[in-house]
């Protein structure tokens, strides 16, 4: 309510008023009474359990009245109370879910600390900032603990509904990409510095293999694509509808005449994401699948207002062309990757009618640890050096198996990429970026697939 208040300040005030008492009213009761809601309801706690507590809850509800009221009270709070209420415990975790609220909390002090309205008490928020650095590092893979994925590149935190974690993080990440760049700010991971549009980038990447970017080519949204799971495990849409058959259907004979029947779910829970595929990037669509088939609301919440940011404005371009419009500029690089090839590449193929002359200029812009490997991220400039306008470009190498910011990587084509969406054409002279992260100090081997030139 503390957070709504603010959507309506401006448009109906008296509303938003309103929803600042009641939140106020609901933070005091909670603070003074404290404990566990599944307490009181014993019944949701083999389901929905409070894992962590309330104490995140607590420091949540606080930072939003904060944002706001502007009032003194609760910056006093969740300083005062940000070690005794676990928000500076440390985790680097990036989970943000119906259970936990500590990412948000981390991603919103920082936020405030970027208002510039914190006052005496900037040290105590940028100690909130330094977790929420700290899980951005470890969604970048630039940290001493990364964040584990598969190995097309989704996040994996736990077995059970892992896309609810997923959605949830990727949502901070973008979150958080935003209030750097709307404060012309940049982030430091392992001594690299990370532009605000390689987060925004980074959840979308996400959010792409959730729709279908991914080595099934499948999407783990309801309705959405070619392919996309056709049983997932929901008793509403596994039941006919009503409207089909209006005989009753009881509790007991759902079960037993609905959830064993071979044919997909009669009703299409369309938008629903379910809770997608194990470490191995693998999926069994069926409806005893209650692991990676469950659908809920807190796995489709996050991605509705990912998907809202990413159509609203998507990553800004640049005069060349890069979806990335700010240079990646990475310092503390080593002396030792002066070996590392840097000179052109052209790549010179027959079309129907034209010689195709396409420079790729690949550079090393940083290199980090992780655990005992060395990683390297390569920037690349394609260059169109024809005299024609280069369209329909298809982009193809088998060593790009790490994330690639920049590039769209065609559905059911691993391999393959084509140009960032906005752009879709190639003028001649024109360049356009795009980076990777490699495990090898030496340039990958790209080729063309597909262009042409008019």
Known sequence: ??????????SDPDYSSTLVTHATQLFNFADKFR?????????????????????????????????????????????????????????????????????GVHILASKILMDGTTGLNTDAFKAYQTQAESAMCSALGMSAS???????????????????????????????????????????????????????????????????????????????????????????????????????????????????????????????VVGGPDQDDNYTDERDNVQGGESATYN?????????????????SSSSGSELSEAVTHTNVSESTSTYAQQNQQIRGETDEYDLKLDIHQEL?????RGKATLFKVQCTVTNRNEHAAKKLILTSDELQGPVIGLHRLRGRKNSFTLPK??????????FTFTYVSVKARKADISVKQVLLE
Not at 365 to 369: C, E, F, G, L, N
């Open 35 to 103: 404990a566990n809601y599944d307490v009181s309801m014993p019944v949701v706690k083999d389901f929905y359990g409070s894992v962590s507590g309330y104490n995140d809850e607590l420091l949540w509800a606080a930072m939003w009245l904060l944002q706001a009221t502007s009032d003194p009270y609760y910056q006093n709070y969740v300083v005062q109370n940000a070690v005794a209420l676990g928000g500076l415990a440390g985790t680097g975790s990036i989970e943000f879910s119906w259970d936990s609220k500590y990412s």
């Open 365 to 369: 812009v940083s290199k980090w640890r």
């Open 1 to 10: 309510m503390a957070a709504a208040s603010i959507v309506f300040k401006d």
């Open 146 to 272: 990364p964040m584990k994925r598969t190995s097309g590149g989704l996040f994996h935190v736990q077995d059970w509904n892992n896309l609810h974690v997923v959605t949830g993080a990727s949502f901070l990440i973008a979150a958080y990409g935003d209030y750097l760049a709307r404060y012309s700010q940049t982030l430091t991971c392992s001594g690299q510095i990370v532009q605000p549009s390689e987060l925004l980038a980074l959840a979308q990447q996400q959010v792409d293999y959730i729709l279908g970017t991914n080595p099934k080519s499948f999407s783990y949204m309801v309705g959405y694509g070619t392919s996309y799971p056709q049983f997932p495990h929901h008793r509403g849409a596994s039941i006919v509808s009503i409207k089909t058959n209006s005989t009753f259907v009881a509790c007991g004979a759902g079960y037993e005449e609905w959830f064993q029947s071979p044919e997909p779910n009669p009703n299409v829970l369309t938008g629903a």
């Open 300 to 316: 489709s919440g996050p991605i509705v207002g990912l998907l809202a940011r990413l159509a609203g404005s998507s990553l800004s």
């Open 422 to 431: 906005k752009l879709k054409a190639l003028q001649p002279g024109e360049s």
